[in-house]
């Protein structure tokens, strides 16, 4: 049988939330391979992420992209 899973949405769920399901998902390493910005890659940590995150507009948006179609 084949799992038809409802698309993600962004309603309801804080950044935080989406930071901590794709570092599980992925790991700190494939998301600075997959958006490459230092929060990701250097020293990388939920609060250093959100901070950046929270005022980058553009890197944001990859981010909830990056959630919106993960498998």
């Not at 038809?4 to 939330?17: A, D, M, S, V």
């Not at 998902?25 to 940590?45: A, R």
Request: charged content about 25%; some cysteine; aromatic content about 8%.
């Amino acid at each position: 049988m084949n799992e038809q899973h409802p698309p993600r949405t962004l309603n309801g769920i804080t950044l935080e939330k989406i930071l901590e399901q794709l570092v599980a998902h992925y790991g700190w390493e494939k998301m600075g391979q997959l958006i490459d910005i230092n929060c990701f890659t250097s020293d990388p940590s939920i609060k250093s992420s959100l901070k950046f995150l929270r005022k980058t507009p553009w890197a944001r948006a990859r981010v909830e992209e990056l959630f919106l179609n993960m498998p």
